[in-house]
């Protein structure tokens, strides 16, 4: 035995150092669940006013915040975001639109790369091919979001203007490709995980039916990771929702009602981080804000719970257990 | 020795003094946050016992912050509103306005934009959505692209008191952090038109704004914002948690005197008239 194996060696020196250190790592353990709950906790308490007081619910009250609105006598009924008006407007609807469209172009952008790539490298690229692709990917999950909203503010809203002859150079397209930029790592690594993870037996059974190594990839590898794939593809769409300082810089903010994907959006993320700072403690426009922040956090919540149990089924769907 | 020992003591104490009392925080206004740091430089530079720390934000934010007591100094580019000043006196503060500089907002449009003037009506119909299209001004026909500020701005709140009468921005405007980001956007975009402080402004044309359709066109320097004659001018403003006292008392006049008004005007903010600045000044 080296030296060096002698000190990595494990034995504890007493038992109530051994019952210190264990104590210590469970409380360590119970601390950070801890700070999650209070997260969780706050952020609900925040927006718990809207139910319970009369004056915020007469300001910002569950219907004005979904339903259409008359907010000056006479004027048609509308649904509007204008929180710092004289009549202050919360509707959600143009926030929601406008998130569900950044997500969806983020995703349309996102998914055909962050898959075909991960079928790349996991089914045809040489394994030194493959150690260069997937890190460089990987790569691209640690470029800032703030610089990635720049490049959008800057560069590609006018390579898009110009392209396509666009009226508003801030919109729903250009803040979508820059977070699909941002979903493109997730879907991939997850989703080539879930393909490399598919067990040898099942790639070497379909060789010896006389499988090529297209039909091993579609027929064989694909349908048994896809549960995995999927799992990648929702955890993407968390990461696209939640996300907050692209779509602040790069999608002009503007909260319309309309399904054009070339008109300006305003998400909920960016409305809550343009918006909180200003607010005063408890007013009612704090607490619509706190109650974006707790859809946002139910929303993203379901959907990494969905993701994981996907891909726990996926596992023991390839370990050939069946329970 | 022990009268040397006794000095040291009392250097010693009025360090500690000078370090307790010396940390001023500003907080606030985007558009005076430059200003704010050249004046708290400035100022470290002459009291090297003085620490300030300046941040940004916005007006909001920094009404805000003055409410939930964690800044000295709030800086705004609009005065309170009357539910601020509500909430201030229900937490028992009152508080102190100051004027610390003026400023003009400038409408800015495309260098190619043959639009040279507007008036405030065009420039509320504008932004509240009911014209449109550059032809409905003298313009090409193409739709115009509005920029405007984050509804934390002062610059937003005070272009929608004095331009809009307080009715909304058309839902179409498109909001950006800072004067800067709608400075860059109009810049690159031949439809655009964005307001803002005049000392942000490069690379766009400033429009020469009418008061009423048969004023005459009026553009935003120093002159006539100073003397009035620009519609769309305003105070800037630093607002107290109380009456200011002690070093931040210093501070604020000496931000007032020639000295700290020669500053903002190398920074193109707007100077004070000379008697107003004295006149500002807390005994």
Known sequence: ?323 | MKKLAYVGIGMAFSAALLAASGNITVKGSDTLVRLGQRWAEEYMKKNPGVVIQVSGGGTGTGIAALLNGTTDVCQASRDMKEKEYQQAKEKGIAPKRISVALDGIAVFLHESNPVKELSLAQLKGIYTGAISNWKEVGGPDARIVLYGRENNSGTYAFFKEHVLNEEDYSEYTQTLPGTAAVVNAVSKDKNGIGYGGIAWATGVRFAAVKRADDAPAVSPTIETIVNGSYPISRDLYWFFGGNPSGELKKLVNWALSEEGQKLAEAMDYVPLPKDKAMANMIE
Request: proline share 4%; aromatic share 10%; glycine share 8%.
């Open chain 1, 1 to 323: 035995m080296t030296k060096a194996m002698q000190a990595l060696q494990f034995k504890p020196k007493s038992r109530w150092r051994e019952f210190l250190g264990e104590k210590l790592i469970s409380m360590n353990a119970f601390l950070a669940l801890a700070a999650i709950l209070l997260i969780f906790v706050f952020v609900f308490k925040e927006a718990i006013p809207l139910f319970t007081d009369p004056e915020i619910r007469a300001e910002a009250g569950l219907d004005k915040l979904l339903f259409k609105q008359e907010f000056y006598a006479g004027r048609e009924a509308k649904w509007s975001w204008q929180p710092n008006s004289e009549v202050p407007k919360y509707s959600l609807l143009p926030l929601f639109l406008g998130t569900l469209k950044a997500a969806l172009v983020a995703m349309v952008f996102a998914v055909p790369l962050g898959v075909g790539a991960a079928i790349y490298t996991s089914e045809f690229s040489s394994r030194r091919l493959r150690e260069i692709i997937k890190p460089l990917i990987e790569t691209l999950a640690a470029i800032p979001s703030v610089v990635l909203g720049f490049f959008a503010l800057m560069v590609l809203a006018t390579w898009l203007q110009n392209l396509l002859g666009l009226t508003f150079r801030l919109n729903a397209l250009n803040a979508g490709i820059a977070l699909g930029l941002a979903v493109v790592p997730i879907v991939f690594t997850v989703a080539e995980d879930a393909m490399m993870s598919v067990p040898r037996s099942l790639r070497d059974a379909a060789v010896a039916l006389g499988a090529n190594p297209w039909q091993v990839s579609f027929t064989t590898v694909l349908p048994a990771a896809a549960p995995g794939i999927a799992a990648g593809v929702v955890l993407g769409f968390g990461r696209a929702v939640g996300e907050t300082m692209i779509v602040l810089m790069a999608s002009g903010n503007a909260a319309i009602i309309s399904l054009s994907f070339l008109e300006s959006v305003r998400t909920f993320s960016a409305t809550v981080a343009a918006e909180l700072a200003e607010v005063v403690f408890g007013s009612g426009h704090y607490t619509v804000l706190f109650m974006i922040g707790s859809l946002l956090f139910l929303f993203t919540f379901i959907v990494n719970l969905g993701g994981d149990i996907a891909l726990n089924r996926l596992k023991r769907r390839l370990q050939g257990r069946t329970t």
